[in-house]
């Protein structure tokens, strides 16, 4: 994604506008502000490599988190993506409601698919969908996103017994074991349920690949990467693990 003083990215539209409809940079006080005026294109997306679009959803979180997020246009992108859709990345992240990945990644309609689910956990069906995204609409990257003070990780943890959320929780809880932790491991330890939450990740990513030969293959053949990062509610940040 391009940072608002860098429009030559490659990584996204070259189209930029005013409110007005004017191509151009605007200016509000010190901060210069960027209104997309089109959806991601198929071929500013098959021209970006799996690292250019991991690069791209760390700019755009590095922006949400500076206050310099672009100006969307929001009914421009919906217009413009309307006979086709070119996502870059495909995003598996909790349903928590302090996460929302479009807007904590700073991309606009048409720019990820997300898969959104307690605990980022992954299933058949989540399977599928990120196969369709990747092998049939061309998605270069599995972004599997965590976050800390997650409350599926803490049911796992308290060992919550509760209809079907019971049977999604054992899903996490492969990872409470194989967290290395020191401290007090305990459902009232924020610390430790960060550390699981981590460890969930790249569990989760490792069932991808363990039961996906369709991603598996696309990531060796180099044409996507399949990645995971941890979101810390407190401060906003995006950090790759």
Do not use: W
Request: aromatic share 6%; hydrophobic share 40%; glycine share 8%.
């Amino acid at each position: 994604m391009c940072i608002n003083n860098c429009v030559s990215d490659p990584s996204k539209r070259k189209l930029f506008k005013y409110s007005a409809g004017i191509a151009a940079l605007a200016t509000v006080g010190s901060l210069p502000s960027i209104s997309y005026a089109a959806s991601l294109t198929k071929d500013e997306r098959d021209k970006m490599t799996p690292d250019d679009v991991i690069n791209s959803l760390i700019k755009g979180n590095k922006r949400f988190t500076t206050d310099s997020v672009l100006n969307h246009d929001y009914r421009a992108q919906k217009q413009t993506s309307q006979h086709g859709q070119f996502p870059s990345a495909v995003i598996l992240s909790c349903i928590d409601s302090r996460a929302p990945a479009e807007i904590i990644l700073d991309a606009g309609i048409g720019d990820l698919f997300n898969s959104r689910v307690a605990g980022n956990v992954s299933n058949n069906d989540i399977l599928g969908s990120m196969e369709f995204a990747c092998a049939a609409a061309g998605a270069k990257v599995v972004f599997v996103m965590g976050h800390t003070k997650c409350g599926a990780v803490k049911g796992a943890i308290a060992n919550v017994q509760l209809g079907n959320l019971t049977g999604l929780l054992d899903k996490i809880k492969p990872a409470i074991d194989k967290t290395k932790y020191k401290g007090v491991r305990s459902a009232d330890n924020y610390e430790f349920i960060d550390a699981v939450a981590e460890t969930n990740v790249k569990l989760t990513i490792n069932d991808i690949r363990k039961n996906s030969s369709t991603l598996r293959a696309l990531e060796n053949e180099g044409k996507i990467k399949i990645v995971g990062a941890m979101y810390d509610i407190s401060n906003g940040k995006v950090t790759l693990v």
